[in-house]
């Protein structure tokens, strides 16, 4: 039997075909939602279930005996927490340093000047080329920066993409009659940069924020190229070097050993270390988690404004 809908006001009647369809395309997303969603849910009932049962694979849809020894064991993992503040200011500082140079590179290409043409051809030419790892790190040893605190603010500075979603902003949200009533008034470009378009541009520097401060914070390559200094790496470069310690076989004693007092042997090491690096990957999760929840709305804005034509 057909079914009417009303779509902005007018009755449409579906038929059969239209019902499978809808349960068809309703699966379809329930089985996606399910493939993304169950990893994660599996990594946070690990997190808090019994070592034992979580290394005889028994930890599937709840948690087995619940325990937070995997926590206190993170807690108490000294080098994981300087890391975390190290990605703290790495993340904050970089960021900062990006919006601005992002937001001031989009203003200048969203006005009219000779040779524009060509200069957005050389921008452009970077999202799929670039000179290659290895001349990059030679350039950045002979400029002073390998294994400096500057090289994790400073290294991709400047997103093409992020770059190109501020100009269509710029070019869309703001009219060009502001720009020649400034003009009008005396105003030159910086303070009409300053005084009426950052004003008029915190969308998109929330957008910037978002995109800039999750990519800081989820960069490990970094850290483990131009970083030898251990006190110094990011946590995401320290955390990778946990989950690839417990993958090797023979070479994660000394993770294993952090996890040991006094009291303990190697044995109970490896049952903290067990569910350690399920906490250690929902400790670095949270502040992205965070940040997309209270800036959601913002980067949604993001996503329409990089999908219109600038």
């Not at 990893?39 to 690990?46: G, K, Q």
């Not at 992205?288 to 209270?294: E, G, M, P, R």
């Amino acid at each position: 039997m057909a079914k009417a809908t009303e779509i902005r006001g007018i009755r449409i009647k579906e038929t059969r075909s239209d019902n499978i369809f809808n349960a068809c395309n309703l699966l379809f997303w329930f089985i996606v939602l399910f493939v993304i969603l169950y990893p994660l849910w599996l990594i946070i009932i690990a997190s808090v279930s019994d070592p034992d049962a979580v290394m005889a694979g028994q930890v599937l849809f709840l948690p087995k005996d619940f325990s937070v020894i995997g926590y206190k064991a993170v807690f108490e993992y000294a080098e994981l927490w300087s890391s975390y503040a190290n990605s703290i200011f790495y993340t904050v500082a970089g960021s900062i340093l990006s919006v601005i140079v992002t937001l001031a590179a989009a203003y200048s290409l969203s006005r009219k000047f000779a040779g524009k043409k060509w200069v957005n051809l050389a921008i452009t030419f970077t999202m799929f080329f670039s000179g290659g790892l290895i001349p990059i790190f030679l350039n950045v040893r002979d400029l002073g920066l390998y294994n400096t605190r500057t090289i994790l603010i400073i290294m991709n500075t400047v997103s093409v993409w992020n770059l190109m979603v501020a100009r269509t902003y710029i070019q869309s949200s703001i009219p060009n009659e502001l720009y020649e009533a400034a003009v009008m008034d005396g105003s030159n470009h910086f303070t009409y940069f300053f005084k009426c378009v950052l004003p008029l541009s915190g969308t998109i520097i929330a957008v910037l924020a978002v995109y800039y401060g999750v990519a800081r914070w989820n960069d490990y390559f970094t850290g483990l190229v131009f970083l030898r200094d251990r006190n110094k790496l990011p946590l995401q470069t320290i955390l990778r070097e946990i989950l690839a310690s417990l993958s090797i076989s023979g070479s994660s004693e000394t993770f294993f050993a952090s996890f040991a007092d006094n009291t303990e042997g190697l044995q109970e090491a490896m049952r903290k270390a067990e569910v350690a690096k399920y906490c250690c990957i929902v400790v670095s999760t949270v502040p992205a988690v965070i940040l997309y929840i209270f800036m959601q709305k913002y980067f949604v804005k993001g996503v329409m404004i990089g999908s219109l034509k600038g």
